[in-house]
């Protein structure tokens, strides 16, 4: 079973920006897609960008625009760029490939 860990949340002001990563324990992206997932208190956990293996993206609704999600295949991680951030953004973010959960990192945007 694939080992998935995000990092890079925290604090941030409305419109401020926040990069977070997902390590793989092995060489996945290059033959699996992944995807980032986010929870907000008290809500259903809503899928926010997908990743192929071939680098094609898509992303919610509601973070199209904003959100970047990329790879980095020789480092076997998978990163989300998030700019102009809202309060509405606040969650905890998961990554998910291959059955297999990270442990979550929070995001907080708050003034």
């Known amino acids: 079973q694939v080992q998935l860990v995000e990092s890079g949340g925290g604090l941030v002001q409305p419109g401020g920006s926040l990069r977070l990563s997902c390590a793989a324990s092995g060489s996945i992206f290059r033959s699996h897609g992944m995807n980032w997932y986010r929870q907000a208190p008290g809500k259903q956990r809503e899928l926010v960008a997908t990743?192929?293996?071939?680098?094609?993206?898509n992303y919610a609704a509601s973070v199209k625009g904003r959100f970047t999600i990329s790879k980095d295949n020789a480092k076997n991680t998978v990163f989300l760029q998030m700019d102009s951030l809202k309060p509405e953004d606040t969650a905890v973010y998961y990554c998910?490939?291959?059955?297999?959960w990270g442990q979550g990192t929070q995001v907080n945007v708050s003034s």
């Open positions: 990743i192929s293996s071939a680098g094609s993206t």
């Open positions: 998910y490939c291959l059955s297999s």
